[in-house]
């Protein structure tokens, strides 16, 4: 069974850069079967998908946030991560990796990343 | 933009009793619709994808119809574990990918 972990920090400053990476386990990123999405959640509220990234690197992304977010693959280390630019409080969000395949059927468990100075 | 309506917002129910949540798009999602449970701090799990398949492990108890526009959740009898948040979410409009704003089930 297929297995998310997030990690990284879990304070960032305002106007600095946010970056997570979700590492795989029980599965490969490098499976043309699915694709690799990252989704957010701020506090008492919904969620909202970021993008998404197949095995080959090709990316996909909300256009809400295309102008600051980036998304890679690291197919030797079995993880991809999320940079998001130019952070603000409106950022400060639970951040989850999960595995789309018709709907995200895997989850990490999730990381809180607070924007505050 | 597709956008998903969720209705109702809070539903209060009792154990053992049917609840029928519903998730109205802004347009026309085919039967590309998945529903999510979510407790409090866990991530969401998927309970339904394409409109009406049950993900892996999923209780008989939870069935998903609808296609096009009106989709429902029915959840035919309440255990005290159902009562959480619930979101749909659309797979039609790749990558471009909405949730709904949830329907909180809360225990009556």
């Known amino acids: 069974q297929v297995q998310l972990q997030e990690s990284g920090p879990g304070l960032v400053k305002p106007s600095e850069t946010l970056f997570l990476t979700c590492t795989v386990s029980g599965g490969s990123v490098s499976s043309s079967s699915y694709y690799w999405g990252w989704i957010r959640q701020p506090p008492g509220k919904g969620l909202e998908c970021i993008g998404f990234?197949?095995?080959?690197?090709?990316?996909h992304y909300n256009p809400s946030l295309k102008s600051r977010v980036t998304i890679s693959v690291d197919t030797s280390e079995n993880q991809f991560s999320l940079r998001l630019n130019s952070v603000t409080a409106a950022d400060t969000a639970v951040y989850y990796c999960?595995?789309?395949?018709?709907?995200?059927?895997?989850w990490g468990q999730g990381a809180l990343v607070t924007v505050s100075s | 933009e597709i956008v998903l309506t969720q209705s109702p917002a809070t539903l209060s129910l009792s154990p053992g009793e049917r609840a029928t949540l519903s998730c109205r798009a802004s347009?026309?999602?085919?039967?590309?619709l998945a529903w999510y449970q979510q407790r409090p701090g866990q991530a969401p799990r998927l309970l339904i994808y394409?409109?009406?398949d049950r993900a892996t492990g999923i209780p008989a108890r939870f069935s998903g119809s609808g296609s096009g526009t009106d989709f429902t959740l029915t959840i035919s009898s309440l255990e005290p574990e159902d009562f959480a948040l619930y979101y749909c979410?659309?797979?039609?409009?790749?990558?471009?990918?909405?949730f709904g704003q949830g329907t909180r089930l809360e225990i009556k």
């Open positions: 979410q659309q797979h039609s409009d790749w990558p471009r990918y909405t």
């Open positions: 347009q026309s999602v085919s039967s590309y």
């Open positions: 990234i197949y095995y080959d690197g090709s990316t």
């Open positions: 394409d409109a009406s």
């Open positions: 999960a595995r789309d395949d018709r709907g995200f059927d895997s």
